[in-house]
Each structure stands twice: as structure tokens, then as C-alpha cells.
């Protein structure tokens, strides 16, 4: 057999963009059912943090149902959708910062400040993928604000409130750091790679290597892995 149907739409066996918005919707839906259903045994300080972590992936399923749809019918990066979902879901891993360090004092302002950095970090990303302008300029832009998201939760004032909060909340900022640090390293290769036509390292699109792969992996572990952390949490501090 050489595709899988469904539905209308086949997946080629090699066609691993059609595949992993596939298994993204998937694992997507997964997540959000599970989070959702273990609202009820959540102790009530930790159920905004799970329902929020919910909302992300529900919020990721639902775009990654219309990317899989788009793709399957144009072969197009579905870059539209793409950002838009960022725009909902990245704030809200913020929101999840904030909540974490509210007990050791966090405040408003300080989740405005990542709020805006993310907005700033994802609307230059895309203005640097819709071609509306240079690319280079404005993923060198969107790195600054991502570098200074970073900053805050590794060094900054996030840091300073998770540590003095102890234990479970530091160990938890530390863990959700990592995926800001390295999970979220992973997009700034997916921009290359979907923006290196006439550059010095588009050969590495000839080996295979894809955004829109880079960026439902990238997905994957963000999203699931980073509401898996806030689970734990949840349940080591109840
Ligand atoms: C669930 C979605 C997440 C966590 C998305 C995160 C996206 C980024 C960290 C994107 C970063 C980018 C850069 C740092 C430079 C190039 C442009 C972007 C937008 C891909």
C-alpha cells in the first residue's frame, strides 16, 4: 500500500509534513481531553495552572486540524494558522509563569512584560515568513525578544519569585526554563530552514530537513511536555 487514506486525503509514506500534522492533531486532542479530565482531581491552588495547560493544546488541536486540512489541499505552509495559534498559545505559557510564581508575589506587570516580548518575538517571525520584508532583520529581531523571555525566567524577575517561593515552584520554573531555553530553540531552526532560499545554508533543506516538520516537533514538546511539567507540579505541591 502506498498511502494511508483518510477521509478524502492520503499520506504518502515519505511525506512526513502531512504525517506529523497528523499525529499533531492527534496528540494535540489527547492532551487536552486529559488535562481537562483531570481537573476534577486537582487540588483548587493548582486548577487554573492544568486548566490552562488544557487550553493550550485544545487550542493547538484546533489549528493543527485546519494546518493538516490546508497542507493536504494546497501543499502550502499553512503559516497563517501557524502564527495564529502561536499567538493564542505563547501568552498563555506566560499566563502559566505568572501563575506559578503569583504565591511568591508575581505581578501583573511582570506578566505584561512577557505577554508583549512574546508578541513582539511572534509578529516580527511572521512578518519575516510572509516575505513582507527582509527575513534576516526580522528573525533577528524576533531572537532579541525571545532572548530577553529567556532572561526573565532564567535570571530576571520570574527567577528572583520562583526562588524565593522554594522548592516546588523553583524546581518547576527551572523545568519549564529548560523548555524555553532549549523546546523553544527548536522554532529559530525551523525559520531558517523555511526562509534559507538564496542564503548560505540552504543546502540544508537538501538533506531533508523541513519547517513545518521542525516546527509540529517543536509543537509536540512545548505544548504536551510543558503541561506535563505544570501536571506534575500540581501534584508533587498539592
Ligand atoms: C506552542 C508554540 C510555541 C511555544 C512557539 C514558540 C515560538 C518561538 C519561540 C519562535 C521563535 C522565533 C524566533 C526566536 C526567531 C525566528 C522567528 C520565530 C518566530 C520562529
Known sequence: MDHLSLMSVAIAKNDYVSFTFFVGT???????VF????????SKEWRTSVLVSGLITFIAA?????????????????????YVDWLL?????????????KK??????????????????LVTGYMGEAGLGNATVWGTVSAIAYFYIVYEV????????????????ASANTALGWFVLVGWAIY????????????????????????NVIYNIGDAVNKI???LVIYSLSRKAA
Open 104 to 121: 511568591a508575589g508575581g505581578t501583573i506587570s511582570i506578566l505584561w512584560k512577557m505577554i508583549l516580548a512574546s508578541v513582539v518575538m
Open 89 to 101: 498559545t505563547v501568552p498563555l505559557m506566560c499566563v502559566e509563569f505568572y501563575l506559578i510564581t
Open 154 to 169: 532564567w535570571l530576571g524577575d520570574v527567577k528572583k519569585l520562583a526562588t524565593s517561593a522554594g522548592s516546588a515552584v
Open 35 to 42: 488535562f481537562f479530565m483531570e481537573l476534577s482531581n486537582t
Open 188 to 211: 529559530p531552526l525551523g525559520y531558517l530552514i523555511g526562509t534559507a532560499d538564496g542564503q548560505w545554508y540552504a543546502g540544508f533543506k537538501d538533506i531533508g530537513l523541513d519547517m
Open 225 to 227: 511536555g510543558f503541561g
Open 26 to 32: 492527534m496528540a494535540m486532542m489527547a492532551a487536552a
Open 62 to 82: 484546533v489549528h493543527y486540524y485546519y494546518m493538516r486540512e490546508y497542507y493536504a489541499t494546497t501543499k502550502d505552509s499553512p503559516t497563517f494558522f501557524r
